[in-house]
């Protein structure tokens, strides 16, 4: 079964910072593309990061650009995220998701259950 | 950045009927779009990409059309289990892949 199961999640001191992690299980973790995106609480999605497979290319929305930091270990079938400098408005449930295996675009066809990050002092 | 916005904000629908969902792009995404079902507390599942490929396991009630800025989520008999909330995502131009604000589908 494919499996997305994200870690990390909890309270942030805005300025501060958090790791989320995300385990990948039951696919070929490195043959996949991944992204994370959130939702804030009673909100729509936002896109947020894309790593390729191998970690060559990366992506990040102009909101999270230069304060986080997407990153992955094929080794232990992990992605993670790197959140500095936190504003309240990056609380949200933050989701790992894979991206389905198409030569184009971003759909994601895998996500995981999420991991609520709540920012405030 | 291309602006997706969905109608209507909400759907009243009764079982067993027809539910009808839109989506349009501020420019022209060809057949780019893709739709994904969120229940409460639950992650979203992708429905629809390509605009009309349903993804591995989606049931046949639902279908997808459109090309270009407008687009159509069709639910042919509703099920109690697909009272949920819609997106729609564009990624002609990715990234980012812009989401739409959504759609809650509500029993009527």
């Known amino acids: 079964e494919v499996q997305l199961v994200e870690s990390g999640g909890g309270l942030g001191q805005p300025g501060g910072s958090l790791r989320l992690s995300c385990a990948a299980s039951?696919?070929?973790?490195?043959?996949?593309?991944m992204n994370w995106v959130r939702q804030a609480p009673g909100k729509g999605l936002e896109w947020l990061a894309y790593i390729s497979g191998s970690g060559n290319t990366i992506y990040y929305a102009d909101s999270v650009k230069g304060r986080f930091t997407i990153s992955r270990d094929n080794a232990k079938n992990s992605l993670f995220l790197q959140m500095n400098s936190l504003r309240a408005e990056d609380t949200a449930v933050y989701f790992c998701?894979?991206?389905?295996?198409?030569?184009?675009?971003?759909?994601?066809?895998?996500w995981g259950q999420g991991t609520l990050v709540a920012v405030s002092s | 950045e291309r602006v997706m916005t969905q109608s209507p904000a909400t759907l009243s629908v009764s079982p067993g009927e027809r539910a009808t969902l839109s989506c349009r792009a501020s420019?022209?995404?060809?057949?780019?779009l893709a739709w994904y079902q969120q229940k409460p507390g639950q992650a979203p599942r992708l429905l629809i990409y390509?605009?009309?490929f349903r993804a591995t396991g989606i049931p046949a009630r639902f279908s997808g059309s459109g090309s270009g800025t407008e687009f159509t989520l069709t639910i042919s008999s509703l099920q109690s289990e697909d009272f949920a909330v819609y997106y729609c995502?564009?990624?002609?131009?990715?990234?980012?892949?812009?989401f739409g604000q959504g759609t809650r589908l509500e029993i009527k």
């Open positions: 998701a894979r991206k389905l295996a198409i030569p184009f675009g971003g759909v994601i066809d895998t």
């Open positions: 039951g696919f070929t973790f490195n043959y996949y593309d």
């Open positions: 420019q022209s995404l060809g057949s780019n």
């Open positions: 995502q564009q990624y002609d131009d990715w990234p980012p892949g812009t």
């Open positions: 390509g605009a009309s």
